[in-house]
């Protein structure tokens, strides 16, 4: 697509159920990441996917979120039995290289609001 | 945690005037990025700047790096109320960390009418 894409653009759930979060990158674009931003604070970085492998994970906060690949091209990123400080905005970027000389395209994100 | 910190904070100024904000950071890096944010969602990529490069302009906008300072300031000329939003900057590392981006917190500049 023109874009990266992503949904639903909003989410509101409830402590303790689980959310999916989903993008659609560029297609071609091989590198594909995942960020969250919470209230007036910068980006921090959750996973890296190159093609449909993870090779760094070290930003998940904790084991209730995975993400996963397929195809080299849709991601999603699950959060379970979500808590009310995961509330945050979820980015998705990717990026035709994986060697991060090229800037990011992210998409406009999905607002996550536990209540 | 966070590798670029950007200053100042916040930074509000009239249509016209421009506007500099600073970016500094800790580690050796491959280059440099500025992005911007509206309304606190997507990132739009401004300008890169690599670690062998010391000045790059685009438009209405100038970059320059300094690293032996681990600093690097963003410009932009002649301000539009349309250039209010938050600025980032973020850094690839150097060596095996040169996939992904981290990023500062970022400053907010206002730009009145």
């Known amino acids: 697509g023109a874009g990266v894409s992503q949904s639903p653009s909003n989410k509101v759930t409830e402590k303790g159920k689980d959310v999916e979060l989903r993008c659609d990158p560029i297609s071609g674009h091989t590198a594909l990441y995942w960020y969250r931003q919470s209230l007036g604070q910068g980006l921090e970085f959750l996973i890296y996917?190159?093609?449909?492998?993870?090779?760094?994970k070290s930003g998940l906060p904790s084991d209730r979120f995975s993400a996963e690949r397929t195809g080299g091209s849709v991601s999603t990123l699950t959060i379970q039995r979500t808590q009310q400080e995961d509330s945050a905005v979820y980015l998705c970027?990717?990026?035709?290289?994986?060697?991060?000389?090229?800037?990011?395209?992210f998409g406009s994100g999905t607002r996550l609001t536990v209540v | 945690s966070q590798q670029g910190e950007e200053d100042p904070q916040a930074l509000s100024i009239q249509e016209g005037e421009n506007a500099t904000m600073n970016c500094s950071y800790k580690t050796s890096i491959n280059n440099l990025q500025w992005y911007r944010q509206n309304s606190g969602r997507g990132l739009v990529h401004l300008i890169l700047i690599r670690s062998n490069e010391r000045e790059k302009h685009s438009g209405r906008l100038r970059v320059t790096l300094d690293t032996s300072k681990k600093s690097s300031s963003l410009l932009i000329t002649a301000s539009r109320a349309a250039d209010t939003a938050s600025y980032f900057c973020?850094?690839?590392?150097?060596?095996?960390?040169?996939?992904?981006?981290?990023f500062g917190k970022g400053t907010l500049l206002t730009v009145n009418p």
């Open positions: 970027a990717s990026t035709q290289a994986q060697w991060g000389v090229y800037g990011y395209t």
């Open positions: 973020a850094t690839s590392g150097s060596g095996g960390s040169n996939y992904k981006l981290t």
């Open positions: 996917f190159q093609g449909n492998s993870a090779p760094d």
